[in-house]
């Protein structure tokens, strides 16, 4: 009982310490706005009360537990053990490592700088992406049809479509089809949801049969295919590829930019379907009138536009109540209809003098192709873009792509601007950046009030920025891409390496309060450490190792996560019981022990209460 009473006593504040940090950390990003804030809520509050109980549980039954279960016979024969030997010799390996890294201590600390920096610059050969290609058992087709054809058109091709993947159902990949046409008041557009059998009931993966329907879809000149799938997550834009806006002042010069872009992009075999997101084919009838012409023939040409729209669909003049339903009334043409656009020219047109010319004599028309609308990003004009990618050509690398593409066909003023999941991707960027952001400050604020110095906090916080090169360098080596859950991971692993970090920092405080010096202080607490470091990195490492090896549906996020936490924790392990004891004997010689600081404010108070000392004015 007594050395369960020293012992929490010994861990109480370290406890505190890395309970507080890890609260300070995850509860005030589970409060960011946006999509970044919403990925982060519920990781960061159940993360927050998760330690925050398993600190009660550390301080409470895990001493009474140790006060009744570790006998002395117990403790004698786990000296005794074959894995108490294994420790053993690892721990004698790691003294004689650790003092010949105190007595070069610059030399560590340049290793841990060039480590560091090599991999942020290798940072730009990750993969960025929103969320991992997943396999959600469903695939989304967005069609499109020529602009100007009537909705049974689309609808019939649709079905051509449908016929096309009838193998696919009669096989058992495919469970059900949904088809749509005509969606959003567009007679040439339609949307198709296809649902795959579940992964454990088919052989092949859902991008493989995805690439099988586009294929198929190619057989359908008249349509125009792309597929994309829903992501886990709910976020915007997910899963839809990478979409795009060239934006400026002028249209037309944005217009001739965007062909010039898609020709470069269709060059690159990691771009698929590159195309304008509107079509810019829909037919138009332009109506020139020579005003100089018809003011001549003493023509009216203020009623001429209704006189043509009473022509073509009639013209709405009232409604018609009968009972509690209402009926529009148009006035229409009967005879001659318009069928045809030259049966315009043949509209007869009454002069001042009585007569009736046709249209033709004063009018010209034009047929051209337009986009059926115009569209505007940023308060500017802008023509957008976009395109399927290759599996393994992630979202933002495809972004800095076409940035690239772009630099020089865009007219001067022009820009690139990402919609969609590119913009979602931006956008989770930058939030990141204010994550990290705020957990490092937090930290350091936290650490500084808890160890009532900075100096501490800047010691603790050394190992994170090798923390964070370890999960790059498992990034790249494992080829897992830098996305949303991966990004979780990151955060996960800021808060475990700060963890470690005031394990041994506490402790060497409480040994120079004793007597020790700077060395012999960090040099001791290291060992002493050693296990429960250990034993926090190895939970955490074993914890992720399940989901590493997962599969199935979901596996790619759980793989994502799971790489950052067991390659990153496991390479930073080095950073903590060596970086941090040098950290320590390059900067603890800052830092005042608290017995001299209570010892001077003792000799202070009996200074201020001797005899004959004049009380303050």
Request: net charge neutral.
């Amino acid at each position: 009982r007594a050395a369960a009473v020293l012992g929490t006593q010994e861990v109480f504040f370290a406890v505190l310490a890395t309970t507080a940090t890890l609260v300070a950390v995850f509860v005030p990003i589970s409060f960011l706005p946006g999509q970044t804030g919403g990925l982060f809520r519920e990781f960061g509050f159940v993360l927050a009360i998760a330690v925050f109980l398993s600190s009660i549980v550390a301080l409470t039954l895990c001493p009474m537990l140790a006060s009744r279960m570790l006998t002395n016979a117990s403790l004698h024969r786990e000296k005794k053990g074959l894995g108490a030997r294994i420790g053993g010799v690892l721990s004698r390996i790691y003294q004689r490592s650790l003092h010949f890294c105190l007595d070069a201590p610059l030399v560590v600390l340049l290793a841990a700088v060039l480590f560091a920096g090599a991999a942020f610059a290798m940072f730009g050969q990750i993969r960025q992406e929103l969320t991992p290609t997943e396999d959600r058992s469903v695939v989304l087709l967005r069609i499109n049809a020529p602009q100007g054809v009537s909705l049974d058109y689309t609808t019939s091709q649709m079905r051509r479509l449908g016929d096309l993947i009838q193998p696919l159902r009669e096989s058992g990949e495919v469970i059900s089809t949904f088809e749509r046409s005509g969606g959003g008041g567009q007679m040439n557009s339609g949307f198709m949801v296809i649902t795959l059998a579940p992964w454990n009931e088919r052989v092949r993966s859902q991008q493989e049969i995805q690439a099988q329907i586009v294929g198929l879809a190619r057989q359908i000149p008249s349509l125009r295919v792309f597929a994309f799938s829903p992501n886990s997550l709910g976020i915007r834009g997910a899963g839809s590829g990478l979409q795009f806006a060239l934006v400026g002042n002028d249209r037309a010069a944005l217009g001739d930019a965007a062909d010039k872009v898609i020709e470069e992009m269709a060059a690159d075999p990691r771009f698929q379907q590159a195309r304008l997101s509107v079509d810019p084919t829909q037919p138009q009838l332009s109506v020139a009138i020579d005003r100089t012409r018809a003011s001549d023939l003493g023509i009216d040409i203020t009623g001429l536009a209704n006189t043509m729209q009473a022509m073509l669909d009639g013209n709405n003049i009232g409604d018609v109540y009968v009972g509690d339903r209402s009926f529009n009334v148009k006035l229409v043409s009967s005879s001659n209809p318009v069928n045809d656009p030259t049966d315009l020219e043949n509209i007869f047109l009454r002069t001042s003098d009585g007569r009736y010319v046709p249209m033709s004599t004063i009018a010209t028309l034009t047929e051209r192709s337009v986009p059926p609308s115009l569209s505007r990003e940023q308060r500017q004009p802008s023509v957008g873009i976009v395109t399927s990618m290759r599996d393994d050509f992630a979202l933002g690398d495809a972004l800095r792509q076409v940035q690239d593409i772009a630099a020089p066909l865009l007219p001067p003023g022009a820009r690139v601007v990402p919609l969609a999941e590119a913009a979602t991707l931006n956008e989770t960027n930058s939030g990141m950046i204010t994550i990290f952001g705020f957990a490092l400050v937090i930290i350091l604020l936290v650490l500084a009030a808890q160890f009532e110095s900075f100096v501490s906090a800047i010691i603790i916080m050394a190992t994170v920025p090798l923390g964070l090169a370890c999960a790059i360098i498992a990034l790249i080596v494992t080829g897992t891409s830098l996305n949303a859950y991966s990004q979780i991971g990151l955060v996960l692993l800021v808060g475990v390496m700060a963890k470690n970090g005031i394990l041994i920092v506490e402790f060497a405080n409480q040994l120079r309060d004793r007597g020790l010096s700077v060395r012999e202080a960090i040099e001791q607490a290291a060992n002493i450490r050693l296990r429960p470091v250990m034993m926090t990195m190895i939970c955490t490492v074993l914890g992720g190792v399940p989901l590493v090896l997962a599969s199935g549906a979901g596996a790619e996020a759980r793989i994502a996560l799971g790489w950052v936490i067991v390659g990153g924790l496991g390479l930073a392990t080095a950073s903590t019981l060596f970086l941090t004891p040098v950290a320590y004997l390059l900067l603890g010689r800052f830092i005042t022990p608290k017995v001299e600081e209570e010892a001077r404010l003792h000799r202070e108070l009996e200074q201020a209460v001797q005899p004959g000392a004049e009380p303050a004015e």
